[in-house]
Nanobody
Framework: VQLQASGGGLVQAGGSLRLSCAASGRSFSSYVMAWFRQAPGKEREYVALISRLGNIRYYADSVKGRFTIFRDNAKNSVYLQMNGLKPEDTAVYYC?????????????????WGQGTLVTVSS
């Protein structure tokens, strides 16, 4: 599957953005989907994941209560709604797909990656 992330931009602290990730191929619903991010000078970290049907979601503690991951399998897309943005949320955000059977939080578990979209939060 090929992934294309979009929706990043510059926003003030407290603002909102919605990231989108469009997938090619017919088997999108067979993948667990996730968002990761990489801040300048830091390692890439897990943000959120969603089950194949979209009924199970997990979040990193740093974004819980502010970010929402959801998907539309009919549109082969996964989204990340980000509210209450903070300067520390500044990063390149990546969507990723996992064909495995478990819910996993590590980069190595994900087979496919989008190219990343930059989110910058100003204070």
């Amino acid at each position: 599957v090929q992934l294309q992330a979009s929706g990043g931009g510059l926003v003030q602290a407290g603002g909102s953005l919605r990231l989108s990730c469009a997938a090619s191929g017919r088997s999108f619903s067979s993948y667990v989907m996730a968002w990761f991010r990489q801040a300048p000078g830091k390692e890439r970290e897990y943000v959120a994941l969603i089950s194949r049907l979209g009924n199970i979601r997990y979040y990193a503690d740093s974004v819980k209560g502010r970010f929402t991951i959801f998907r539309d399998n009919a549109k082969n897309s996964v989204y990340l709604q980000m509210n209450g943005l903070k300067p520390e949320d500044t990063a390149v955000y990546y969507c990723a797909a996992d064909s495995g059977v478990e819910y996993r939080y590590t980069e190595s578990a994900y087979n496919y990656w989008g190219q990343g979209t930059l989110v910058t939060v100003s204070s």
